[in-house]
């Protein structure tokens, strides 16, 4: 008696081979996401009236801190020597990330810059949350591809519902820093839901504890400059 069997999915390989020269396909879809990251700022920074080459300035600088600060708290927790804890931090083509470390690193430029140049931070974090979340989105589909797990066609779906939010809310002149604070909450739920909580718990409640004092921040800016003007 024969017995049905389902087909298998095909997946694909986790390493591709041109000109001998090998490459990770996650990588490939991480540097396709980093380009949709650096289309959004330039273009919504563009529109915003800043200087191109200095938000592209403050993007490098940030990914490369970014990708720093994310090797040095990973090394932190699973070092023991001092040769092996730089080892995990300089061999950033081997497996190990802490997204705690990514979001410290990539927020403290974007900060310092913005005092530096006398820009508005959250209108640049506004900006930066687009292009991330357009970014995860084609992200999640290296997940599909490698692992075979179209639940993350549904992941890729909520992050591209999060791009088009963040846009309306920048087309309605939201007052700026609304636009992160959502992005940063929307990514704790949605990270939680994809990814589980696990090793990233802390890592989410300080997603929302960010989001939440950012709205709070920005809420009452807002009602001191309303009192202000109805005093007047």
Known sequence: MSTFQKPKMLSL??????FNITINT????????????AFIVWKEGKKDG????????ILLTASFLSVLFSRVFYAFGNSITASAFFNQVIKIWTVGFDPLGALIGFLLPVLIFSKLWKWSFYRIADIFSMGFALAFSIVTLGFVG????????????????????LSKIRGNKFRSGYGFCLFLLLNAGLGWYFFGAGEYLIFYVSLVTLGFIVFLFRWRIAN????????K
Do not use: H, K, Y
């Open 224 to 231: 001191v400059s309303t009192t202000s003007r109805f005093i």
């Open 13 to 18: 390989p986790s390493q591709l081979n041109f």
């Open 26 to 37: 996650f990588g490939i879809f991480i540097f396709l996401g980093f380009l949709f990251l």
């Open 50 to 57: 800043f200087d191109e080459e200095r938000l592209f300035d």
């Open 146 to 165: 490698l692992q075979a797990n179209f639940n993350f066609l549904f992941a890729f779906a909520c992050w591209i519902f999060v791009f088009a939010l």
